[in-house]
């Protein structure tokens, strides 16, 4: 009779004690397969396996995930787990069919350990639910909502594609096939996705030195390298679609700006080179003048040593001074003229600078608030355009909140406007923090901000203003040594679809003098 595991494992602790061996787990997994009857397996080599496992590369988000698949086989001592993470990290795929690869890699770590003991029975195994073609129809719709992410230049890619969607949808699809048939393109998935985000890095790689090559340009033009760092900052990922419309946006404003600067440059090089040619044209007019004049003197000067007598003299002296005096009119005039074209050169210098002036200024704050660095107004109703049209579009929701901070007249009387501006930069700055990066920040007046929060509906949009709320308890205002509480009170409203921006700010404007009048630092949903 066959003797049960737990008399089994009696029976070795003895032969242990009697063999005075330590109880190590290699000599109580020994002398339990001698007591039991079954061969002795050797130790599983936990540690060198570790040490293999830590020495492959992990470049790529698929050598990353083979690395962490086989160091939890290793962990589970699963001889199968680690062959199977093995031939997935060299690129080749596990064969369909038990054990499971995807499934030996599963088990939580009791169970693991578990059927590792000699004499500890393992719980059974938790059946699947049935694979209804539902199901499968779910997984179809996965991978064409992922298709358009991975590009189309890859042909057998798109083929595998075509050919596990068409398995997907057969009726009575075989689940033992579409198994194969999901390993092999999970695997062909994960260097398509690799080479989609290699792809997009080197993009804004490319992007960002167009940008670096175009500030080198002007190195005198400060308004440019401006627009140069909102483009790299704007750049910068997590990229959305809102920030490459932004992106686009401040890119047309530079070439713009740009060549609104050269056309007022070439002009004003054009109006130089016309002085020049003019004041070229003088000076030779005033050669010959001086030339003719000498000639005259010189004349004269022959006719007086000829004259025998004073009445010879007088018609002499006569064209000497009329020479003289024609000759003087021309200096002044030329004179004058020159004056003027100094005049004009140095009205066209300053136009050119007050022009940089202006671009400086203009760069910095045609869209944004000069105290808060948050949208102004102008900023605001384009960023409300940008929204609604994707509102429109993809039929996402779009939630607009405006926050008004309460008693901050007290706030200014009390400690003074220069903190009163202090404060307001306060609120923004963690406004920003605790916002979504495609969230939108806009001072809407004095001490009233707007947030645009896109993919947001109603009670999210409540919930998003609380944790701001909350984030401005934890964080004081420091005056001086002082420390100010700064609270708000709010109203978010939910842009209908056929909602114009001015309507949802005036809904939102009226949840908020709502939530003033009920006791202040509280949000109300319009």
């Known amino acids: 009779m066959n003797k049960k595991p737990f008399e089994i494992a009696r029976e070795t602790l003895k032969q242990l004690t009697a063999r005075k061996l330590a109880p190590t787990p290699a000599n109580y997994q020994s002398v339990y397969s001698e007591v ?3 061969p002795t397996l050797p130790p599983f080599p ?5 040490e293999i496992a830590q020495a492959l590369p992990a470049k790529t988000p698929g050598q990353q995930r083979h690395r962490a698949l086989l160091e939890s086989a290793v962990g589970q001592m699963n001889w ?9 990290y060299a690129g080749f795929t596990p064969p369909a069919g038990p054990p499971d690869a995807a499934m030996a890699l599963a088990p939580a770590a009791a169970v693991g350990s578990a059927a590792l003991v000699p004499g500890v029975a393992a719980p059974s195994a938790i059946s699947a639910p049935a694979l209804t073609a539902e199901f499968f129809e779910q997984i179809a719709r996965l991978l064409d909502y992922a298709r358009p992410a991975l590009g189309s230049d890859d042909e057998r ?21 579409v198994k194969r048939l999901l390993a092999d393109f999970g695997h062909r998935l994960s260097f398509a996705a690799e080479e989609q985000v290699e792809v997009r890095a080197g993009l804004l790689k490319l992007l960002h030195l167009i940008f670096e090559n175009i500030g080198e340009l002007s190195l005198e033009d400060q308004w440019l390298k401006g627009q140069i760092e909102s483009l790299k900052v704007a750049s910068l990922p997590p990229l959305t679609l809102r920030r490459l419309d932004e992106v686009e946006r401040l890119l047309r404003d530079v070439i713009f700006k740009q060549a609104e600067a050269k056309g007022r440059e070439l002009q004003a090089h054009e109006e130089m080179r016309q002085m020049l040619a003019a004041f070229v044209a003088r000076l030779s007019q005033m050669t010959e003048s001086t030339s003719t004049f000498h000639s005259k003197l010189d004349e004269s000067a022959r006719l ?4 025998k007598s004073l009445t010879d003299v007088a018609p002499v002296l006569k064209e000497v001074v009329g020479a003289t005096r024609s000759m003087a009119q021309d200096t002044l005039s030329a004179r004058d003229e020159l004056r003027g074209m100094r005049e004009k050169a140095l009205t066209t210098e300053a136009e050119i600078a007050k022009l940089h002036q202006e671009l400086d200024r203009v760069s910095i704050q045609a869209r944004h608030d000069s105290l808060t660095g948050a949208l102004n107004r102008k900023g605001l109703d384009e960023a ?16 607009m909140a405006l926050l008004d901070i309460d008693n901050f007249k007290k706030i200014n009387d009390q400690l003074g406007h220069q903190s009163g501006d202090a404060a307001l930069v306060h609120l923004a700055t963690v406004a920003r923090e605790v916002m979504r990066p495609q969230d939108t920040l806009a001072r809407y007046g004095g001490e009233e901000f707007v947030l645009l929060l896109p993919d947001t509906a109603l009670d999210k949009g409540v919930e998003a203003m609380t944790r701001l709320q909350r984030e401005l308890t934890k964080r004081f205002f420091m005056s001086g040594a002082e420390k100010v509480l700064i609270t708000f009170s ?20 009226q949840a908020m003098y709502l939530a003033k009048r009920a006791g202040k630092n509280r949000v109300l949903a319009a």
Do not use: W, Y
């Not at 890619?157 to 075989?174: C, H, I, S």
């Open 46 to 50: 936990a540690d060198r396996l570790r």
């Open 80 to 88: 199968d787990g680690v062959k199977s993470a093995l031939l997935a």
């Open 36 to 38: 039991a009857g079954v």
């Open 304 to 307: 007086i040593e000829q004259a």
């Open 490 to 509: 709010a109203g978010v409203a939910q842009v209908a679809a056929d909602e114009t921006g001015p309507d949802a700010i005036k809904r939102a404007d």
């Open 384 to 399: 409300l355009v940008r929204e609604l049209s994707v509102l429109r579009r993809k039929e996402t929701p779009l939630c």
């Open 157 to 177: 890619f798109n083929q595998q594609t075509q050919e596990v969607l068409k398995m997907l949808r057969q009726p009575g699809a075989d689940a033992v096939v």
